[in-house]
């Protein structure tokens, strides 16, 4: 197994914006699909952000508006840009991996990273 590792997190105010990164093998990256997702505290772990290996994406209807996921194939990295934060935005953000042509269930991956934090104050 090779890990995903997000990196990008921090503490950002209101309003501001931040962009998170997911690095990993070429194998992973290459695979069929790469998702964000985020834990909320006191809430559950819910899917922010999906790009398929053809590059089409969806978005939770929360974010639609403020965030971009996007993939770039040279540095084996997908992103999450995130702009206009939210305090309800804070969590812990974790990338996720699905390498087969499958059908997987909601929130099945094949590989999932540790997470960075988020934290966006008012």
């Known amino acids: 197994q090779v890990p995903l590792v997000e990196s990008g997190g921090g503490l950002v105010q209101a309003g501001g914006s931040l962009r998170l990164s997911c690095a990993g093998s070429r194998s992973i990256f290459s695979g069929y699909g790469m998702g964000w997702y985020r834990q909320a505290p006191g809430k559950q772990r819910e899917l922010v952000a999906y790009?398929?290996?053809?590059?089409?994406?969806n978005y939770a209807d929360s974010v639609k508006g403020r965030f971009t996921i996007s993939r770039d194939g040279a540095k084996n990295t997908v992103y999450l840009q995130m702009n206009s934060l939210k305090p309800e935005d804070t969590g812990i953000y974790l990338c996720a991996g699905r390498l087969t042509p499958k059908t997987y269930a909601p929130g099945e991956y094949d590989y999932w990273g540790q997470g960075t934090q988020v934290t966006v104050s008012s």
């Open positions: 790009i398929t290996r053809l590059g089409n994406s």
